[in-house]
């Protein structure tokens, strides 16, 4: 069943421009210019019930302004938008009942009140019973492991910290979407994980299905299933998460270990060495030259192996190419 | 019944807030009262080197101020951000309000509370009290007159912030039109001519803020209480008319957030 569904669908803005200083500040109020700014240009996909689906892309790309479309908080210029059966900027209260809404940059705890008080008001704007409100906060006080955190006021509590209870808060009411943006921004590594592990839990225990924009690779490969990846407002790749491995990661980063001291000048044939250690080195490989059993070979007849490890390079790189290969085709 | 409820649940949620600061919440309450009671004593000292202007005098001055003073304090008090909706417009953080399944004008309005509003619409009870006409019937007609006064100002407010949908930053606009409104409010309207009276009913309506509210609460007539109901109820609906069309043209904005 398809959860949300988007064709051609168009976004522009009007932004004033003005030259530098007071002249230019000057002029502008005499005769003011202004430029439009395409921030989605002609989007569409589909996303089923229950999927997990990455939107990324750099500062700018129009994530952001495609999940306030389909929230119901920006009017499109153009295109058609379906989520959960609902044209969001027609039927934007109807649908408000049904998705919740994570802004990393926006948060929505009442920042002088603890969090438990924002929990309680939600309950009430979802129109839920007290009890059902009551059973939900201690299902996603465990979930989310905020027991601890839901009586101080959301001020003292650190980002990572307030980002769990958002995101819990936008969970109470058992939406059956759930849509974040950025909900990992400004976050270390170990609030991500938490945050990141809630989601994945909530995801597989409720069906809940997760519309994820970020700019950080790592929340995609962490996350989801399916990754849209936007650039200028439009669609530069879109597959599983999977494919997108297979098809872009052909090179593999390996690092050795052997029992005996590694020659200064460490060298193999079909594979570039990037740091030498005493013991240790680290190259890379291109699978389409060169073929894994080859590559094992030829380091297990260099010396006395004692560990070695074989990975992918980070998405970031990745998507880096998928950018790079964009504007080349343009 | 469920937007009642709903509106109940956020005025505890912001009177919770409130309490997070209770010293602020009382010095703030008790300053306001002293502010208007300073403002005030040059008006005692006015009429009583006057008596009267036009047939206007200190205790009238009493009924208007104190039906101002207790409209701005409601207006404050449980619709706080009508005074920076135009600040929330522009700086994108109606995104909250629109994403949750309540109609974004009353939600926006009713989460804030101006503490001060506290002092304003005791001062004006106290104001009305001094006046010399209370009666149980005079103050049920002050107090209607106080609600309709409230309706005025916070639909008055909602039409001038609500400009920043169309022209961005209005917050030095709208200062000034607010400063208009109150200004107006609380003089005496027998010193404006008749074309002044008019912008006083229209574009600057400060008459069904002061004036009008005050004359109905003095005494009742049907003539004074048709133009409080139909002036209120007329400006509440171009107000919440105004916010939607200008809402289409709504932004967003992607400014940083650190509360609410």
């Known amino acids: 069943m398809t959860a949300i569904s988007v064709s051609n669908l168009q976004k522009t803005f009007q932004t004033k421009r003005k030259a530098a200083g007071l002249g230019g500040s000057v002029r502008a109020l005499f005769q003011p210019e202004y430029a439009t700014v395409e921030a989605v240009r002609g989007l569409s996909f589909e996303m089923e019930q229950g999927e997990l689906l990455g939107f990324i892309g750099p500062n700018g790309a129009g994530k952001s302004t495609t999940i306030k479309i389909l929230t119901g908080i920006l009017h499109p210029n153009g295109g058609q938008a379906s989520v959960l059966g609902f044209t969001p900027w027609k039927e934007r209260q109807k649908l408000a009942f049904q998705i919740g809404t994570v802004f990393g940059q926006r948060p929505q705890l009442w920042y002088h009140l603890p969090a438990i008080d924002t929990f309680t008001l939600f309950g009430k704007i979802y129109e839920l019973d007290d009890a059902f409100t009551k059973k939900r906060i201690a299902f996603l006080t465990e979930a989310f492991e905020i027991g601890d955190l839901l009586e101080t006021p959301v001020r003292k509590l650190s980002l990572g910290q307030r980002m769990r209870c958002e995101v819990a808060a936008s969970l109470l009411h058992k939406p059956k979407l759930l849509l974040l943006d950025e909900p990992s921004i400004g976050l270390d590594v170990v609030a991500k994980q938490h945050i990141r592990d809630a989601i994945r839990t909530m995801s597989a225990e409720e069906g809940v299905g997760v519309l994820l924009t970020s700019h950080d690779a790592s929340d995609l490969e962490a996350l989801c299933h399916r990754v849209i990846i936007v650039n200028h407002g439009q669609i530069v790749y879109q597959d599983k998460v999977s494919n997108l491995k297979r098809k872009f990661l052909t090179r593999k980063l390996v690092e050795v270990r052997y029992a005996e001291e590694v020659a200064k000048n460490f060298a193999l044939e079909g594979m570039e060495t990037l740091k030498t250690g005493r013991y240790g080195v680290k190259l890379t490989f291109d699978t389409r030259q060169t073929p894994a059993d080859a590559v094992l070979s030829r380091l297990s007849s260099a010396g006395t192996l004692v560990d070695i490890t074989i990975s992918d390079p980070p998405l970031e790189e990745v998507i880096a190419m998928i950018y790079e290969q964009a504007r080349e085709e343009k | ?260």
């Not at chain 2, 509106?7 to 912001?14: D, G, H, M, R, S």
């Not at chain 2, 000292?45 to 005098?57: L, N, P, S, T, Y």
């Not at chain 2, 004006?124 to 309709?148: E, K, P």
């Not at chain 2, 574009?203 to 002036?231: D, Y």
């Open chain 2, 1 to 260: 019944m469920s937007s009642i409820k709903f509106i109940l649940a956020i005025w505890k949620t912001n009177l919770q807030a409130a309490m997070e600061y209770r010293a602020s919440f009382l010095t703030q309450t008790i300053g306001m009262m002293l502010n208007n009671t300073m403002y005030f004593i040059i008006w005692v000292v006015f009429f009583d080197r006057f008596k009267d202007v036009r047939g206007w005098g200190l205790s009238d001055m009493y009924v208007t101020f104190g039906v101002s003073a207790s409209a701005f304090g409601l207006v404050a008090l449980f619709f706080g951000n009508a005074f920076n909706l135009g600040d929330i417009i522009t700086k994108g953080r109606l995104d909250y309000y629109l994403s949750l399944p309540r109609p974004v004008l009353m939600h926006a309005l009713a989460s804030r509370s101006v503490s001060s509003g506290m002092g304003d619409f005791l001062y004006g009870i106290l104001s009305f009290i001094a006046s010399g006409i209370f009666t149980w019937d005079a103050m049920l007609r002050f107090s209607l007159a106080t609600l309709s006064g409230a309706v005025v100002f916070a639909s008055f407010l909602i039409i001038v912030q609500s400009l920043a949908f169309w022209i961005g930053n209005s917050s030095n606009l709208s200062g000034l039109a607010t400063n208009a409104m109150i200004t107006f409010a609380i003089y005496p309207i027998t010193i404006f001519d008749n074309s002044a009276k008019i912008i006083l009913f229209t574009i600057i309506p400060a008459a069904l803020m002061g004036a009008v509210p005050a004359s109905f609460a003095r005494a009742f007539t049907w003539q004074t209480l048709a133009q409080l109901l139909l002036g209120a109820s007329l400006l509440l609906i171009i107000a919440v008319n105004i916010f939607h069309t200008g809402l289409k043209l709504y932004e967003s904005g992607s400014a940083i957030q650190t509360e609410i």
